[in-house]
């Protein structure tokens, strides 16, 4: 374990060097950096030194077949990570200098960085290591392997971007979670650790996330982001504790956005195939509600009604995945509900419907903060029993319902938070 007095230095040189310090542990600057852009992250300032990612923001490709980039509700999940490489054989902590030896970047793809490099400890003794970094999907993986003599205590440590606000939740001892602790501001991660004699050391309220590790060990971190709105925290939290102790197998893949508690939205009713369907469903904001009406559902958390003054063209999307053929849904913002109409052929269908916030900026068309849902849609054959629960409200008894998410109360201030959110992104 590292000692007060090291977590007291690497604070210190943290806080002097302000947000996105540059990563002294590994000597001289890099020679290459690029951004990767996944599907639903994008990874910012990948170094070729296989250490450092300066930065990470939710930003959606094509959301749900839209052919619209949507940028989501959190960013900022680092400062620096890897932060630090360091070893120390009880005569004080040295650097690692690591020399890039390949940079394979891959947007969309699987991005593979390695470098090597040693830190001299001194009267012959020298530990060396070989630092892998992988980013595909919401995933980052760095494996180190190291040789030298087993006196040596080694260490990573890496900065996030929730800095005093940073929350933790250490799962088990060699998984963890952690969060901003004002909603749908930074990105909620999940941590897994690989590799004999690996522990986290962490503390609320300190955004220094250290791992301990001994020399002549293969060690593996495995890190993954959520994005989230700002009524889906608790639920968010939820998913990636339970997600933490499989990072390793399921390494890769994409973490999609959870549906919103931010609206409740009606159940379409059951119908009969080759029947035509004519359906109003109401969209209601349960999260806030300064005032009846659109402006207190859609707008309110999507356009911010105290910004229109200073922005001409705002506008809310509304965007759908997964309706059958025949049917058309389409969104009425003066009465804020949707419209459903048209024939289809029997079957339960998912129908992924979302809306999000677009505004012009600098000349650009800025979109971000997407509200997902999911709508059950059942169309009945002739001989097709019609499930009373499933009709009534397009969740079969025999389904869990998805749940409406606790945690109202945190919203209190969130829509002021997301309002400085938008601000911060334009400066």
Known sequence: MKSPVRRFVAASTACALGLGGVLLAVGPASADSSDISNEAIYWLGVEDNALEIRDAIARYQDLLGSGYDVDGWTGDAFDSFIYSFEADDGGGPEDFVMTPVSFDIQDGGVSTIVAEGEADLGDGNVVSATVTLTVQGSYARWTVETAGPDTAALWISGELGSDSGTEYNVVSPTTLVSSDEAPGWDPIIGYQLLGDGASFDVVDGDDMVYVDFPVGSTMTLVMALQDYDPCARDAALAAMAARVASLSSTFGETIPLLDTACLAIDAPVA??????????????????????????????????????????????????????????????????????????????????????????????DYRHNPLLSTLSLVVTGDDEAVDPELAATGVSDATPAVAMFGGLLLLVGAAALGGLRVASRRR
């Open 271 to 364: 119908f009969a195939a080759g029947t035509p369907t004519d359906q109003t469903l109401s969209v209601e904001d349960i999260s806030v509600s300064p005032e009846p009406g659109p402006d207190s559902a859609l707008v309110y958390w999507l356009g911010y009604p105290y910004f229109e003054t200073r922005f001409e063209g705002e506008e809310i999307f509304f965007i759908s995945e997964g309706l059958p053929a025949g049917l058309t849904l389409d969104f009425d913002p003066d009465s804020v509900t949707l419209h459903l109409t048209g024939t289809a052929a029997a079957g339960t269908y998912p129908v992924r419907i979302g809306f999000f916030h677009s505004e012009p900026y600098d000349g650009e």
